[in-house]
C-alpha cells in the first residue's frame, strides 16, 4: 500500500517571502558579503599591475594613467619569466619549502597528538592549567616573542646559559647570527606560539564523539591506547583532512612576522624566504611590479597545490573542502 503525503505539510515559501522572514539575518549577511567584496575582490584588480611594465606607487589604479602604461613583454609576463631567472630564485624557494615542510611535519601532527593526550587528562584543574598556559604565547604579537627570542638566543641569553650549566654547550653561542640554525629557531619557535591554540579545533572535534562509543570498547576490553587509535582518531580524521588540506595549500606561507623580526644579515642564507623577498623587492627595490608578479606566482602555486591536495584527499577517504 502506497503511503500518501503528509496532508499537514506546509507549502513551500517563496523566495521573497523568505526574505521578508529573515530580513535582519539577511542583513547581518549582507554586511559579510560587502566586507568580503570590498577587501577580498575588489583589490584582485590590483594583480594587473604584475603584468605592467613599469608601475609607479604615485600612480591611482583606476586612472587614465595607469590604462595608459604599457604592458610588459612576452604578453605580460617579463617580471615572471625575470623571477624564474633571477639568481635568488632557488635559495628563496629551498628557504621556503624547507621551513614550510618541516613546519607541516611537527607544527602540524604535534598540536593533534597535544589535544589527544590533553583529553585524557582526567584533572580539570591541571588541564585548565595546561591549556592556558600554551594557550598564551598566542595572543603576544610576533614583535614582543621576536625581541624574547632575540634576547634568548643571544650570546649571554637564558639559551646559552642553561645549555652550558648542563654541559651541552662550552661557550656561548649566538645562535640568531648562524645560518644553520634559522630553520630550527623558526620551526620550533612556531610551535611554542601556536601548539595549544592549533590543538583547541581538534580538541572541539573530540568532544563532539559519543560516548557510548567509549562505553562500548571498555565492555571489550579495549585499553585507553585502543580506544584512541579506533575510536578518536577515525571520528577526528575528517577535521584533521580539512586542516591537512589547509595547510598545504599554505606551503609556501612561512609565517612573514616570524621571519621578519627573526632575520638579520648574518642568517639571510637561510632567512631569505619568498614573503621576504617580496617585501624587500617592492619596499626597497620599488620594484612594484616585479614584486606582484612574485606575490601572483605564489598565489597561483597555492592555489594548485590546494586543489590537487583537495581531489587526493576527496578519493582517499570521501573528504574534501569542494
Sequence with gaps: MKHKKNDLQLPKKSFWARLREEKYLQFMALLGIAWMLVFNYVPMYGILIAFKKNFFITTPLFSKKFFSTPWAAHGGFQHFINFLKDEEFFNVMINTLGISILKLIFNFTLPIIFALLLNEVKNLRFKKVVQTITYMPHFLSWVVLGGILTTWLGDGGLINDLLIKTGILKEPVAFLAYPKYFWGITVVSDLWKELGWSAIIYLAAISGIDQEMYEAAKVDGASRWKQIWTITLPSIAPTITIMFILAVGGLLNTNFDQILVLN???????????????????????????????????????????????????????????
Excluded at 644579515?265 to 637561510?270: E, S, T
Excluded at 619596499?283 to 594548485?304: N, P, Q
Design 264 to 322: 638579520n644579515p648574518l642568517n639571510a642564507p637561510r632567512s631569505n624566504v619568498l614573503d621576504i623577498y617580496v617585501y624587500q623587492t617592492a619596499m626597497r627595490g620599488m620594484r612594484y611590479s616585479y614584486a606582484s608578479a612574485i606575490g601572483l606566482f605564489k598565489s597561483v602555486i597555492a592555489f594548485i597545490l590546494l586543489f590537487i591536495t583537495n581531489q587526493i584527499t576527496k578519493k582517499l577517504n570521501d573528504t574534501a573542502l569542494f
